[in-house]
């Protein structure tokens, strides 16, 4: 039972344009929420995080939107940039556990 | 960031044989360490909660006698397959998170070992 979901498993996206990566849940008891980048043969970097008693996080190029009546949250990048390119999973945990859920992910490819 | 070491990165052996994981975090102290598996196309997947000093917690449908885990000391965990097939081909990724006393952390991934099982 998949209580994570990124329903795109790919995204293209122009340089220099905006990259907007979904991610939904189920379970109403996630109460924190992560986006974590992911190359190829290598372990997943942490990028960002929104509490659920915040709707907005933002780090630079990087914005975390919660919508948390839709269980629904996005990560926006611009401007997107060659580099960006990755797969990009949302997680998601709950108070007083340290696992975390994973989607199963979004591969972004940013085009020069 | 907190570094978290993997090794072997990449491994293959034959059916039935055994394999170890190891997972290092280089710069900080964990009582906790995360085992993941990842099938291809498929998300991360917790296997086991590695405790430093007492047995791990395995999640639902992993099987404690064939992933064996020891985590015998602050900055080390191990993973061993044992009598490996060819269905336990995965990635296998672990994490540590830097802090437990905060209640949300983010936790630290190594690069990953890529089993296959022939």
């Known amino acids: 039972d998949q209580q994570v979901k990124q329903n795109s498993p790919s995204l293209s996206v122009q340089e220099g344009r905006i990259s907007i990566l979904n991610c939904d849940y189920t379970?109403?008891?996630?109460?924190?929420f992560l986006w974590y980048k992911k190359y190829p043969a290598e372990g997943p970097t942490f990028l960002i995080s929104i509490s659920s008693i915040k709707d907005k996080n933002e780090d630079g190029r990087f914005t975390v939107f919660l919508n948390k009546s839709a269980k629904h949250l996005s990560l926006h990048i611009v401007p997107s940039q060659p580099g960006d390119s990755a797969v990009y999973f949302c997680?998601?945990?709950?108070?007083?556990?340290?696992?975390?859920?994973f989607g199963t992910g979004t591969r972004l490819t940013v085009i020069p | 960031g907190a570094v978290v070491s993997q090794h072997p990165s990449w491994v293959i052996c034959k059916s039935g044989t055994s394999v170890k994981i190891e997972c290092r975090s280089l710069d900080f102290q964990a009582t906790t360490m995360f085992w993941y598996r990842q099938f291809p196309k498929q998300s991360l997947m917790l296997m086991a909660t590695s405790n430093e000093g007492s047995k791990a917690t395995y999640e639902q449908g992993v099987e404690k006698d064939k992933f064996l885990i020891n985590h015998a000391s602050l900055t080390l965990s191990t993973l061993t397959v044992t009598s490996a097939h060819p269905e336990d081909s995965s990635f296998y990724i672990c994490?540590?998170?830097?802090?437990?006393?905060?209640?949300?952390?983010?936790?630290?991934f190594g690069p990953g070992t890529r089993l296959t099982v022939l």
């Open positions: 994490s540590a998170p830097e802090n437990l006393a905060v209640s949300y952390n983010e936790q630290f």
């Open positions: 997680a998601a945990q709950q108070t007083g556990a340290n696992n975390l859920f």
């Open positions: 379970n109403s008891m996630f109460d924190y």
